[in-house]
């Protein structure tokens, strides 16, 4: 069984909405980010990084196997699953390169966009922040050019590659990011979010704010 140490957050989102689409059984023990429930000897010795997600596949050949950084956790899953990547040739290579834009240009423009938003929400804006909204547009522009010639980041197939960037692109209102100019993005965006897997993943574990 997976145990998924996690809240429901972009990077969190992440790993819950591939555990339904992998159907993969799963346990989930909430992570209060605001109680720093992340930071604890226990948790840090699962992520020294001190961050969500995290899960530890106690089931796994060989004895238990735990893996932090979302993108690391997509991979182990699809795996495991043998679902949601392709198993060798150009297609694998297609959707790693896209999971990788995903984990790491846009979740991490995106998380600066995030931080410094809250930032100006508490009284003190940054002078960068209009900079990191512009670039989050730009990566976004770069989504929707590849998906104007392929209905998934990764080719045909429904992806990891997608996953890692949907659940930061599901926040570009509160970004302040206009995803109108980019059809062939808005587009991926309402298919992603009506797969049964997105909607049952997307309040992992519950939470009661926003
Ligand atoms: N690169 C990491 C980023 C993880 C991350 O930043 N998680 C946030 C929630 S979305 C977190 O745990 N924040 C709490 C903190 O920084 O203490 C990943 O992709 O897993």
Not at 25 to 45: C, G, M, N, W
Not at 113 to 121: G, S
Not at 128 to 154: C, H, K, S
Not at 161 to 167: H, L, Q, R, Y
Request: proline share 7%.
């Amino acid at each position: 069984m997976i145990q998924l140490y996690s809240r429901a957050t972009p990077n969190g989102r992440k790993v819950a909405i591939a555990l339904e689409e992998c159907g993969l059984p799963y346990t989930v023990h909430p992570i209060d980010l605001s109680r720093k429930e992340q930071k604890t000897p226990d948790f840090l010795a699962m992520n020294p990084n001190g961050r969500i997600p995290v899960i530890v596949d106690d089931g796994a050949t060989g004895g238990p196997v735990t893996v932090f950084e979302s993108g690391a956790i997509l991979v182990y899953l699809a795996e495991t699953s043998g679902r949601l990547l392709p198993a060798h040739g150009v297609a694998r290579v297609e959707a790693l390169k896209w999971l990788f834009f995903g984990s790491s240009q846009v979740t991490h423009t995106a998380m600066q966009v995030h931080h410094m938003l809250r930032r100006k929400e508490a009284g003190e804006p940054h002078e960068n922040l209009g900079t990191y909204v512009d670039e989050l547009a730009r990566l976004y522009g770069i989504l929707d050019q590849v998906l104007g010639g392929r209905e998934f980041l990764g080719g045909a197939e429904y992806s990891i590659a997608d996953i890692a960037s949907w659940t930061w692109v599901d926040r570009h209102e509160a970004h302040g990011v206009d995803v109108t100019p980019w059809p062939h993005l808005q587009d991926w965006f309402d298919r992603i979010r009506a797969r049964p897997a997105t909607q049952s993943g997307y309040d992992v574990p519950p939470r009661d704010d926003s």
